[in-house]
């Protein structure tokens, strides 16, 4: 069975452009607006699923898009470091931020690991491969990350390698038997 899976990442927040672990912030007034010029560029999808948060479900109706909630797409769980500022923790807790950043299995923070994160899009996806057709995501950063890293094969080490912007659309396929990227149209 094929299927097609568009992920879409949701736009700023107060707390990216601040440099802020995210709590479930909106987006910012302009990024509805930036949001709704990239609509054409989507193509007709069986099933439209969003992470919980705020932000995603303001991308996708930003989008028009029908969608429906999925705690499996949801961020990242950065236990007490939500809402805190990256550069204060680097000043506060360097060693708990580096480890972190170094280690895929540590959760200084209390919330979840990049190990732990990394297992929601994979089973996700999987279960998207059964089902067939085209699928669009809509979810976060880290979530995309780890999701192209189970495609790549990649080891976990490699997470900090992968930048995706606001409102970055990554496209991927599977064949029946196997996940690739698929870049261009």
């Known amino acids: ?103 895929p299995e540590s959760a200084p923070h209390g919330g979840e690991s990049i190990r732990k994160l990394a297992e929601r899009p994979a089973e996700w996806m999987e279960m998207q491969a059964t089902l067939g057709g085209h699928v669009v995501a809509v979810s976060h950063a880290a979530l995309i990350r780890t999701a192209i890293l189970n495609v790549l094969q990649a080891p976990l080490s490699s997470f900090w390698l992968v930048d995706i912007e606001p409102l970055s659309v990554i496209r991927m396929t599977h064949n029946g038997s196997r996940w690739a990227l698929r870049f261009g149209g």
Not at 7 to 35: M, Q, Y
Not at 37 to 61: C, F, K, N, W
Request: glycine share 4%; net charge negative.
């Open 1 to 103: 069975m094929h299927t097609r899976l568009t992920w879409i990442c949701h736009d700023l927040t107060s707390a990216g452009r601040s440099g802020r672990f995210p709590l479930d912030e909106p987006l910012e007034e302009n990024a509805v607006a930036k949001t709704r010029a990239i609509a054409g560029q989507l193509q007709r999808a069986d099933r439209v699923l969003t992470s919980p948060a705020l932000r995603t479900r303001q991308t996708a109706e930003a989008l028009s898009l029908s969608s429906l909630p999925d705690s499996l797409l949801a961020d990242c769980d950065y236990g007490r470091w939500s809402g805190a500022a990256i550069a204060d923790l680097q000043t506060q807790e360097p060693d708990n931020l580096l480890a972190w950043m170094s280690d």
